[in-house]
């Protein structure tokens, strides 16, 4: 019987307890705790806070948990509880020129004031494959780490090698959009832009980047700094009157330094891309870069020929919660369009068929007409 | 460190998240036919599965009202199932399956059999809110298209059809135009329901949650299938009646009945074929009685 689709509640509860049950997996091993998914997944984590647009590795862990390590599924949980919130304002922008570096590299400069700074990092590990896992103990670091790190680009601006990031004169810190509380309207600002690129897909980001060094809309990127660390959040309190802090969030950043030859009006320098994502997400901050640079078209007169400098192809995609719905409702039932089509496809196969039994009749009057012919000529 | 509480506000969305749609849905009731951007926010369900249509119910919806959910034109469809569970949970509405009983319904890919009335709401999920959307995949277009009243492209196409098939070969979210101006995505209803759209005593609200979109049919419109003078719009129609009930002129759904291609055709919209087959089977005991008495 069909029941899988006029199922109704039974059919619907009983689905949920199934799946709870495969979530448990077997009762006699220990149910996972957040806390340790919060602690020992911490970059999984980060991906759910920055796609799931809320700060709170606690509640992306339970998501993550709920959704029995479906990413997109945590993410949508997390956005679902993150709408009903409360806005209660904007913080002034956060001074990530001033956090307290845990890692930062630049494959600009040898040296750069500040040093370089490896930190935590998958890279130079040899990807072997271990039965278990082990701490070794983190030596006391040898050199002062409170060392200011001045920003790779404000070097490179000194002798405006770099576009300045903000006109000389007469520019004053806009209000930021809000792509959650305000409609979304192409074409959009760069702040919205960025917006939607860091809560977007790592992985659709990911393969937009790589598009854009493959030759579809390359902006000869360098990573000019890529940093992670945790940030001050201040927030104006009208009551007290001045800024304060209410936490501290770990973000990562990278700018990507672009090649630009110079176009009539403007004077060859390099430009910048822009990456800014929650947590331990470098291949997202620098994907995000590579298409906020490429998406950046406009501003340099260059022609759009690639997907990835496509604002409208770009942000429309991005986002995973919607694409992930959308594909998905594939599934729902379709019965009453499909009859629609059942109906429309068995006319004009009838029709067709109609028009070929007169053609073939046709052809056979015409063949006879000519043995006919023949005939009498004989 | 204290685990946070997690908490949903009645409802589930704010009261301003409700101020905001209904805000667009009065612009878009003064536009009929317009798409009027509104910023959409995450409902529990994924996008793609109505959550246009939830929000525009969740912000229309007051204590005194009674929901019906249909998808399909079914009650008991497993989405309809949920969407009517959610709103039982988070706002308390009553729920009926009777068209007639209900002030809401929430529909996808289906508009009723039994006739709208005054003061009722038809809610339908919208997945492409643009009409142009196939033909021009850019908003930034198709807003300019809408703007200029260009619908050029549009016709077109259908002359298209015309000229390859003999007849537009379109038969769900076939386009209409409303009150004479905006071309307007009726959501992938079968264009056998096209023509209860037009002059509907209902209020008509159209909600495209992943789209951020909403448009309105205000009661008493002009709502017109596209068409030519000699090749004007024809709904699709069935040449028989439901094997349930035996209702004519309505939409059926083939359903599969032996695994030789077997089938039988029966009414989609459950409420109308249960309430027929009851109504028929009273008249055929009155009937028998008369004939005994």
């Not at chain 1, 199934?18 to 997996?25: D, N, P, Q, S, Y």
């Amino acid at each position: 019987m069909y029941v899988a689709v006029k199922g109704g509640e039974k059919a619907i509860a009983n689905a949920h307890a199934l799946l709870a049950k495969r979530g448990r997996g077997t009762a006699d091993s220990p149910r996972i705790g957040y806390e340790q998914v919060r602690d020992q997944m911490g970059v999984l984590v980060s991906r759910v806070m920055a796609e799931g647009s809320l700060y709170d590795p606690d509640l992306a862990a339970k998501a993550l948990l709920q959704a029995q390590g479906d990413v997109l599924e945590a993410v949508t949980l997390l956005r679902s509880y993150r709408t009903t919130l409360p806005r209660f304002g904007i913080t002034p922008a956060v001074d990530t020129a001033g956090l307290p570096s845990e890692r930062r590299v630049s494959a600009t400069f040898k040296d750069i004031p500040g040093g370089q700074q490896l930190g935590a990092t998958f890279d130079y590990t040899h990807r072997l494959l271990v039965d278990e896992l082990e701490t070794t103990d983190v030596p006391p670091p040898d050199v002062p780490v409170d060392e200011p790190m001045p920003r790779v680009a404000a070097l490179l601006g000194v002798d405006a090698l770099i576009e300045s990031d903000r006109p000389a004169e007469g520019w004053t810190d806009p209000d930021p959009g809000d792509l959650t509380r305000e409609p979304t309207v192409f074409p959009m600002t760069r702040a919205e832009r960025l917006q939607a690129l860091s809560r977007g897909d790592e992985g659709f980001l990911l393969s937009l980047g790589y598009s854009t060094q493959r030759g579809f809309g390359n902006n000869h990127p360098f990573v000019g700094e890529v940093r992670v660390g945790e940030v001050e959040v201040e927030f104006e309190v009208p009551e007290i009157g001045h800024a304060m802090p209410i936490g501290r969030i770990e973000v990562t950043e990278c700018e990507m330094v672009n090649q630009f030859v110079g176009s009539a009006d403007v004077a060859p320098q390099f430009t910048r891309g822009y990456g800014l994502v929650f947590g331990r997400a470098e291949r997202k901050a620098m994907s995000m870069s590579l298409v906020d640079r490429a998406l950046r078209r406009d501003e340099f007169g260059e022609r759009s020929v690639s997907p990835a400098q496509d604002e409208e192809f770009v942000i429309a995609h991005s986002d995973n919660v919607q694409a992930t719905g959308f594909v998905e409702h594939l599934k729902l039932p379709h019965y009453v369009d499909f009859q629609a089509e059942l109906v429309l496809i068995r006319k004009l196969r009838r029709e067709f068929q109609e028009r070929q039994a007169t053609r073939e009749s046709a052809a056979h009057d015409s063949t006879r007409e000519d043995t006919n012919r023949l005939e009498e000529n004989a | 460190m204290s685990a946070p509480r997690i908490v949903y506000n009645e409802g589930y969305l704010d009261e301003q998240t409700k101020r905001v749609v209904r805000r667009a849905l009065l612009k878009g009731v003064a536009i009929p036919g317009f798409q009027v951007p509104f910023a959409s926010r995450e409902v529990p369900m994924p996008r793609g599965w109505g959550t246009g249509g939830v929000q525009v119910t969740a912000s229309v919806i007051g204590p005194e009202d009674t929901l019906k959910v249909i998808d399909q034109g079914a009650d008991d469809t497993t989405n309809a199932v949920s969407i009517r569970a959610f709103f039982e949970k988070v706002a308390g509405a009553a729920s009926t399956t009777r068209t007639d009983q209900a002030t809401i319904i929430q529909t996808r890919h289906r508009i009723p059999e039994t006739p709208l009335v005054e003061n009722q709401i038809l809610v339908y999920q919208v997945p492409i809110p643009e009409p142009l959307r196939m033909l021009e995949p850019r908003e930034t277009e198709t807003r300019r298209l809408h703007a200029l009243e260009e619908y050029g492209l549009m016709y077109v196409k259908l002359y298209e059809d015309i000229a390859k098939y003999g007849h537009i070969a379109r038969t769900y979210d076939y386009p209409v135009l409303v009150n004479g101006r905006y071309v307007m995505a009726p959501s992938p209803t079968p264009s056998f329901d096209n023509p209860k759209m037009h002059q509907s005593p209902a209020l008509q609200l159209f909600g495209a949650g992943r789209e951020k979109r909403i448009y309105a049919i205000p009661p008493y419109t002009d709502v017109e299938s596209l068409g030519f003078e000699d090749y004007p719009f024809e709904p699709q129609r069935f040449d028989r009646p439901c094997e349930i009930c035996g209702s004519t002129g309505v939409y059926l759904d083939e359903i599969i009945i032996d695994d030789r291609g077997g089938a039988m055709f029966a009414c989609s919209d459950t409420d109308y074929c249960e309430r027929t087959a009851q109504q028929r089977t009273e008249q055929q005991s009155t009937d028998t009685k008369e004939v005994t008495a």
